[in-house]
């Protein structure tokens, strides 16, 4: 067992090294102004052998595809609104760039005081072991938006306002457990547990928790057209407090753990979720480790790489007379980029993909050298196709346990835990 973790690192030593990175993109603070204000049209590039560069590529070409799907499918039911809100939203929007300004991560982010009434229904998870113990879990939000004058509109927003996880424990005690966060519209349970091999994770001897962000899953109005589409309808400022209530619910999560005497917490997300993920580092001193998955940093750049959904909103900014570092510095109180880590670098990892033109590369290395170049991992794949996933999910396995997270665990249950992350597979 020991000589193929051994292995397994040494494989994953090797593609990680197969990856460069020509120069630094994070520029100095305030990032929103120093950073191009052509950043979004960088290339990715890395150096890659020819098999690679050839995997890369076409994987690259899917992505492409992909998120012109998403980014027309939010043209289609989301953006009109948002492009009509930009000249009504200058007042709002200043009040969003004084917080980003003032630095004051407490005010934006308030840490609840309260431990919310959790309701527990028992649900049968197929994808789960035999022996788990899986519950659904509901309580309510409670969010209280920064600008006040949103408030009403969240108010009315009734479904969002409970919030929902899905919960796998053990039964003996409180375990460590690992917090999953799912990306933009791929919310449900059953594809995430698959996707993350939690079953897996579950053997290592830790309690699982897949958390639902805003406007998800059962979060989402009854006449949302699609999972997530509240996220991105109702204009930038709007979009500011979806991602704040994802990591206010998330810690009420947090508080409600501690208080069923859960004392390790670590997180993980995807896309979305990785970007949760990411503020939860900056956040929450609780956590034992953070490890976003291609993640997003600028909301901003991504948003302007999306064709054909980017014409617009250049288009919007132009007659709206908003530059793209103005943009930038709007939504700049919900990047993890404006913010420290209140991690320190040895508990946080990022796993990004060579390939991904959703998310692209250049987002995953702004972020590493936002935090000090922590543990990076690439992986040949895009957003969604992840090659190799094995081998980050073995990484990722020895991280988590490098931080310390299954000490405590019983000598049987290291041992199966070892081998869990041996037999892997993909």
Same mark, same amino acid.
């Given at each position: ?100 300004d003032s630095a004051d991560i407490d005010t934006v982010f308030p840490r609840p005081a309260t431990c919310p009434d959790v309701q527990r229904r028992p649900v049968h998870v197929t994808a789960a072991p035999k022996e788990a113990i899986t519950e659904t879990l509901t309580f309510a939000s409670h969010y209280r938006t920064l600008h006040p004058a949103l408030q009403e509109k969240f108010d009315q927003l009734d479904r969002n306002n409970t919030v ?137 750049? *991504?948003?302007?790489?999306?064709? #054909?959904? /980017?014409?617009?909103? @250049? =288009? ?5 007379? +908003? ?6 510095? *709007?939504?700049?109180?919900?990047? #993890?980029? /404006?913010?420290?880590? @209140? =991690? ?5 990892? +990022? ?6 033109? *959703? ?19 690439w992986f040949p794949g895009n957003h969604l196709i992840h090659m190799d996933q094995v081998v980050y999910l073995k990484d990722m396995a020895n991280f988590i346990r490098s931080t310390g997270f299954a000490d405590g665990l019983s000598e049987t249950t290291l041992r199966t835990g070892h081998a869990a992350v041996t037999d892997l597979r993909p």
């Amino acid at each position: 067992m020991e000589e193929n973790n051994t292995l397994a690192e040494e494989v994953s030593r090797v593609a990680n090294a197969t990856y460069g990175h020509s120069r630094r993109l994070m520029p100095e603070q305030p990032w929103w102004n120093n950073l191009d204000p052509v950043f979004h049209k960088y290339p990715d590039d890395f150096y890659l052998d020819s098999k690679t560069q050839i995997t890369v590529y076409i994987l690259s070409l899917l992505d492409i595809v992909t998120r012109t799907v998403l980014s027309t499918l939010a043209m289609v039911f989301a953006l009109f609104s948002t492009l009509r809100r930009l000249k009504i939203e200058n007042e709002a929007q200043h009040f969003y760039k004084s917080l980003a300004d003032s630095a004051d991560i407490d005010t934006v982010f308030p840490r609840p005081a309260t431990c919310p009434d959790v309701q527990r229904r028992p649900v049968h998870v197929t994808a789960a072991p035999k022996e788990a113990i899986t519950e659904t879990l509901t309580f309510a939000s409670h969010y209280r938006t920064l600008h006040p004058a949103l408030q009403e509109k969240f108010d009315q927003l009734d479904r969002n306002n409970t919030v929902w996880a899905q919960y796998w424990r053990h039964g003996d005690r409180p375990r460590p457990t690992l917090c999953v966060i799912h990306g933009f519209i791929l919310d449900a349970y059953s594809v995430n547990s698959r996707f993350f091999h939690l079953h897996d994770f579950f053997r290592q001897g830790y309690d699982i928790v897949l958390c639902t962000l805003p406007f998800h899953g059962a979060r989402k109005q009854r006449w949302a057209p699609y999972s997530g589409h509240g996220v991105f309808s109702y204009g930038a400022c709007h979009l500011n407090e979806a991602v704040l209530q994802g990591v206010h619910d998330f810690r009420l999560l947090l508080n409600w753990l501690e208080s069923q005497g859960v004392e390790k917490a670590g997180v993980t997300g995807i896309s979305f979720g990785g970007y949760t993920a990411a503020l939860l580092a900056a956040t929450e001193e609780r956590l034992q480790f953070s490890i976003p998955i291609v993640p997003v940093a600028s909301m901003t750049d *991504v948003i302007l790489q999306w064709a #054909p959904v /980017s014409l617009l909103i @250049k =288009l919007g900014l132009r007659m709206a007379g +908003i530059s793209i570092p103005e943009a930038r510095h *709007v939504m700049a109180v919900q990047s #993890p980029l /404006s913010w420290k880590p @209140k =991690l320190p670098r040895e508990r946080l990892m +990022i796993i990004g993909g060579a390939g991904d033109r *959703v998310v692209p590369p250049k987002q995953a290395r702004l972020l590493w050298d936002h935090w000090d170049h922590p543990r990076l991992h690439w992986f040949p794949g895009n957003h969604l196709i992840h090659m190799d996933q094995v081998v980050y999910l073995k990484d990722m396995a020895n991280f988590i346990r490098s931080t310390g997270f299954a000490d405590g665990l019983s000598e049987t249950t290291l041992r199966t835990g070892h081998a869990a992350v041996t037999d892997l597979r993909p």
